[in-house]
Each structure stands twice: as C-alpha cells, then as structure tokens.
C-alpha cells in the first residue's frame, strides 16, 4: 500500500477536513498497521528521516503516547513540546510558533485550547493535525469508526447514542459518523446542546451518507435501539461548566441505561473517565465495555495519518 497522493502535506483539524472516500482511506491503511503489528512486522521504513512536533496546551495521556509510540515505530522522531515550555508561554503567536517549527518539522500535532489556535497554525507550510480543541476531537472520532467498524462489521444501519455534555467529543462523533455513514444521537440537557454550526455540518454529511443526526434529552428514550452508548467526561479540559452536576446525574451511563439501549449494545468512552460519574464503575469494567480497543486504535489511527499525509 502505498501513500494516498490526495491526502499529502494537508492539515486534519475537524473530522469532515476528509472525505469518506479519504476517511475509509485511513482507516484501512490503520487496519493494515494494526495487523502488520499484531504479527510483529516492522515497518520503520515509512516514516524514516521525518520529524513530527507534539504541541500540548493541556495534558494527555492516549494522544501523547500514542503519537510518540507511532512515529518511533514507523522510523520517525516526535518532539514533545509543552506549551509552558515553549515561547508560546511568554505571547509568542500561535502564527510565528507554526512558522518557525514547519521549517524544522515534517508535521504539527497540536492540542489547544481554543479551536482557532489549531487554525492559526494549519498553512504554516507543515501540515497540522488537531490533537483535540474545544471545538473537536478528531483523531479520537476517526479512531472510534475503527474500532465501531471492528465490532460491528461496518457503520450502514448501525447507531450510537452519545450521553451526557454536548462537547468536543459529542462534535466529532457526529462529524465523523456522518461523514461514514453511522446515525448518531447526542442525548444531553437542554442546556447543553450540540453546536448548531457543528450539527448543520454533521446533517448534510449525514444525508449524503445516508445516515441521520439527531439531539434528545430523555436519557431512556435517546438511547433505545442504539448499538453504542458513548459518553465523556462531565467536565473538559478548560470547560467553566455551565450545567451543575447534579442535573447531569440522569445522564451517567448505568447498567440499566445500557439495557435500555439493547441487549447487544456496547459502551464507548474515549477515556480519561470518572467511574461513578458519568458511568458506572460496573459499565466500564463490564463485558460490554470497549474502551480499551477505542484507545489502543489511536495508535494505528495516528500512524496511518502521518503515514498518509507524509509517508513513503
Ligand atoms: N482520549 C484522549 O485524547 O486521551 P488523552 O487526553 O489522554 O490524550
Ligand atoms: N472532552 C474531553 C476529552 C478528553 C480526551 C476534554 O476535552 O477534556
């Protein structure tokens, strides 16, 4: 498999930057990477001699590690620049700190407090991925269509119920399952919606996927007949709050929550979570919990970005 021409030198700051045609595109390439892996075949000849930065504005675990980990296992090198470290911490611009590193760097992963530091960097001259802003979290969201795809063969037909805050997760969710094919529901408190200009994008790609969006706040009847119910943390990196959490307590992904959905379904969480706040501690450790296949699939997601956007 060789690169895709279309995808090189371009930035990935929200899900729908990709075509499905580019999205199925990566995820395959993932697949592919997950099982050379799998059978211990090495493939450090893909990103040999290329330099990524890793710009962190707030801290991580999965999108960190599983950068680093990525780049090191396909030939390259990541740096690993706090923000408190850089100049960008005494008011050098977001636009000067993306000019100055893509003349030393191959590609700028960046996560950021507001989404329009992540645009100021995109067309600095390197390509630049969104490693989550307050807007969204796409590489998180295309990982997640892998790891749906994995577990339930594929998008068409299939639903997934997102409970709780309508946040930057709730944002790529619909993007991205929109974009595939997949109908999603964010099931929140009225007060906390979907951004309307995120779900106008996420229904047209829906209709042309022919996949729905929908928003519902009765916890029980938003989640009925879906196959996946996702939730995230109540509270965001960077996030004032706005609801109390005593009115998001309807919302915390029980067992009988999970039930309600149907028998088969599954629960997804994109991790750090809160075990007895937005789920329940026996939903997360239980047999329908997926959340580790979600973060291992970062890994393969991010190589096969990195390799379609600047690969050999
Ligand atoms: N899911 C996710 O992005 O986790 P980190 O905050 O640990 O990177
Ligand atoms: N919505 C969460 C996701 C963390 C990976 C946050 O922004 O903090």
Known sequence: MTATASLRGRDFLIDDDLGADEARQVLDRAAALKEQRRRGELHDHLLRGKTVA???????TRT?????????QLGG?????????L??????TVEDTGKVLARYVDAIMARVMRHGDVVALAGAGAPVINGLSDLVHPTQ????????????????GRTLAFVGVANNMAHSLLLSGALLGLSVRVVCPPGRVPDPAILARAEALATASGATVAVAHDPREGVAGADVVYTDVWRSMGDAGGTSLADLEPYRVTAALLDAAGRGALFMH??????????????????????FDQAENRLHLHKALLVEQLGV
């Open 141 to 156: 969201g295309l990982a997640d269509m892998l790891t749906v795809r994995e577990h339930l063969g594929g998008w068409q």
């Open 64 to 72: 960190r590690v599983a950068f680093e980990a990525g780049v090191a």
């Open 77 to 85: 090198q990541a740096l690993y620049l706090s923000s408190s470290d």
């Open 270 to 291: 994109c991790l750090p979570l809160l075990r007895g706040q937005e789920v329940a501690a026996e939903v997360a450790d239980g047999p329908r919990s997926i959340i």
């Open 54 to 60: 890793l710009i962190f504005q707030k801290p991580s």
């Open 87 to 92: 100049q960008l911490g005494r008011g050098e």
